[in-house]
């Protein structure tokens, strides 16, 4: 089951990528992740209320929010604030870059996850894995040549260490889910990090953005920014019932999340027509290769 749920949690996510690079194409970076903050977390706020207000509504269901203590709402606290890193990252990278390099770059996250369950729980990689971790490197090299076709340095763009922030940021999160999930509800974390991102970038806007919003890229709404939120809200949701089911691998969950990059460069390359297709085709069927290999090897 929690397999299937992390296949569902892919598809979803393809789509979040991509309308996340449409919201952003000709706008501004911080007032489009705060409207996905704020929608997000009006999407969870009706159950946040009915599982306090009127309890019968909701209880025994996979939408009930249970009360939980200071620790607890401490630990999402932190949560919030590694996604939303991740985010501020991800966002600008992905405004600057095609959706072709940024989908690839993305997909080397389970490899991070997997060194992070090494250094962090002691799991110890076998022959198929450290064959995943290998083509998935040899895969970002050979992207990185793809990318100089396009003008793009790996190693002097800051956008494309955005993008690899944003990774390491997200592998980050995926290993503290998994110890989040050993104890906390799904809908808990869900609906309250939403909440508390919402408080995080509400000032961050309002200090960072605001002030100097006539000197860059002015703001504009697209319904693009909605699509955001609704295919995330439901690729978290898939994602994190994965994560607490029993026998559930962060290891492979991640890995098998990662196979959002197949949706979004398929749309990279029909609907924005990027360039360079044929060389970046080859690097993502390395990526692609490497998540079999870590999904035989796990």
């Known amino acids: ?10 598809a979803l996510l393809g ?15 911080l007032p ?20 306090a207000w009127w309890p019968g509504w909701v209880r025994g269901t996979l939408l009930e929010v ?5 620790r607890e709402h401490g630990l999402i606290v932190v949560k919030a604030f590694i996604v939303l890193s991740s985010w501020v990252a991800g966002y600008f990278g992905m405004k600057h870059l095609p959706l072709t390099i940024v989908g690839p770059i993305n997909a080397t996250r389970p490899v991070m996850v997997l060194v992070g369950a090494l250094l962090l729980f002691g799991e110890r990689l076998n022959a198929y894995q450290w064959t995943g971790v290998t083509l998935a490197v040899l895969s970002f090299f050979l992207l990185s040549r ?20 944003a990774a390491v940021l997200g592998a980050l999160s995926g290993l503290y889910d998994k110890y989040l999930m050993t104890s906390l509800p ?37 319904w693009a920014i909605v ?34 990059v197949v949706v979004s460069f398929l749309f990279g390359a029909l609907v924005f027509r990027e360039k ?17 290999f870590l999904y035989l090897g796990s």
């Open 1 to 10: 089951m929690w397999l299937l749920l992390a296949f569902l949690s892919a």
């Open 15 to 29: 789509f979040y990528d991509v309308f996340k690079k449409q919201a952003l194409r000709d706008n501004a970076v």
């Open 32 to 51: 489009v992740l705060f409207c996905n903050t704020l929608l997000c977390s009006l999407v969870f706020v009706p159950f946040i209320l009915a599982s």
């Open 66 to 70: 249970p009360a939980a203590g200071w």
């Open 146 to 165: 793809s990318g100089k076709r396009e003008g793009i340095d790996f190693r002097h763009n800051r956008w494309i260490g955005c993008i690899v922030l």
């Open 186 to 222: 799904p809908m808990l974390v869900q609906a309250w990090y939403n909440v508390y991102q919402v408080f995080i970038m509400g000032p961050v806007l309002l200090l960072l953005w605001y002030p100097r919003r006539r000197q860059g890229t002015p703001f504009r709404w697209t």
């Open 227 to 260: 699509g955001i939120s609704l295919f995330l809200c439901a690729a978290d949701f898939a994602y994190f019932y994965a994560l607490s089911q029993d026998g559930a691998m962060i290891s492979i969950v991640s890995m098998v999340r990662r196979g959002s």
């Open 276 to 292: 360079n297709l044929r060389a970046k085709a080859v690097d993502l069927a390395l990526v692609l290769l490497g998540m079999v």
